[in-house]
């Protein structure tokens, strides 16, 4: 085997074990390992593989990672994932909503649903409010009444 087909196995093993780990760093090291491949298959030595492959994985690491990163992490606008960012939304009765329980429609899902006060009850049609997601239940308050 060739240096060269040595570091593009050696890249491509990098960048498959990156789908592992998530963090760039293996996919910075495997992009060095290409980058050696070429100089090598244009016919410099293997010591020039290996000076090309650690100046290009530095560069790379040091240099292209944090940009990605930060440009990935400003790619996502609200942080809020899940269950929490159903907080504030506002939800229609579908059933009555009492101290036993009832159901919401939150965009198009329906959840269970109770009161913020046990003794509140919201009847079918109303517009409420999500203050909280407690497990699987929506605990919600009738939009002209102010959360405590």
Known sequence: MTPAVIWLIVGLALILAEVLSGEFVLLMLGGGAFVAAGVVALGAGPLAGVVTFTLASAVL?????????????????DGRMHHRALIGAEAVVISRVDGDGGRVKIGGDLWSARPV???????????VLV??????????????????
């Open 61 to 77: 690491v040091f240099a292209v990672r944090p940009a990605l990163r930060r440009k990935l992490d400003n790619a996502v606008e």
């Open 117 to 127: 006060h046990p003794d509140d009850v919201i009847e079918q049609g109303a517009t």
């Open 131 to 148: 203050v909280e997601i407690s497990g699987a239940t929506a605990v919600v308050v009738a939009q002209d009444v102010a959360p405590d």
